[in-house]
């Protein structure tokens, strides 16, 4: 199965700020999927990263908050821009590794002060 | 919506008894995954059963099927310290994975 390396692992940013997540894979794929982890729920899709196209986003995330860029099929960041406390959440990439279920990185803890 | 539900929001168990969670859906789906999340961090895969399956195993998990009452149901038997965990459905629909409200799991010596 896919094996993802997901940067940074952590991080304490400023309001106002931005910050860049990427996740390299170890194999071409179709599709990368972004999700977000808020304290004590559940995973919410933010947005799908197709190779050569814009991302498609979830109702409630746009593009201006949750910009992504997929260079090529092994790679894809995210950035939370222009953020506040509320962003303070746990970040997730995925690929699609069926017959095996989707594969996750490890994930980037947030917090915004 | 394509997100599941999942029954009990929290199980609390002893170890070597069985647990059992509940997840329900609404919408037509390709395949239903289970997954595993310690201490909010990356997930982990558990099983995937397909539409047309009704019941799969894989070592001491069990999870059933049913697509005419959108509900599956995932089993961990002789459970032990180490299930403790965060377990999420997975409703997969076209091209997306959407997760259930998940059960967090608490498995005491």
């Known amino acids: 199965s896919a094996v993802i390396s997901q940067k940074p692992s952590r991080d304490i940013c400023q309001r106002g700020t931005s910050l860049t997540i990427q996740c390299q894979v170890d194999?071409?794929?179709?599709?990368m999927f972004w999700y977000r982890q808020q304290p004590g729920q559940s995973l919410t899709l933010i947005a799908t990263a197709n190779q050569g196209s814009e991302a498609t986003y979830e109702s409630g995330f746009v593009i201006d908050k949750f910009p992504i860029s997929r260079p090529n099929l092994t790679f894809s960041t995210l950035t939370v821009s222009n953020m506040s406390p509320e962003d303070s959440s746990i970040y997730l990439c995925s690929v699609d590794d069926t017959p095996s279920g989707y594969t996750f990185g490890s994930g980037t803890r947030l917090t915004v002060v | 919506s394509q997100q599941g539900e999942e029954d009990p929001q929290a199980l609390s168990i002893q170890e070597g008894e069985n647990a059992t969670m509940n997840c329900s859906y609404k919408?037509?789906?390709?395949?239903l995954q289970w997954y595993r999340q310690n201490s909010g961090r990356g997930l982990v895969h558990l099983i995937l059963i397909r539409s047309n399956e009704r019941e799969k195993h894989s070592g001491r998990l069990r999870v059933t099927l049913d697509t005419s009452k959108k509900s599956s149901s995932l089993l961990i038997t002789a459970s032990r310290a180490a299930d403790t965990a965060s377990y999420f459905c997975?409703?997969?629909?076209?091209?997306?994975?959407?997760f259930g409200t998940g059960t967090r799991l608490l498995v005491s010596p």
């Open positions: 997975a409703p997969a629909g076209f091209q997306k994975l959407v």
């Open positions: 919408t037509s789906i390709n395949n």
């Open positions: 194999s071409q794929v179709t599709m």
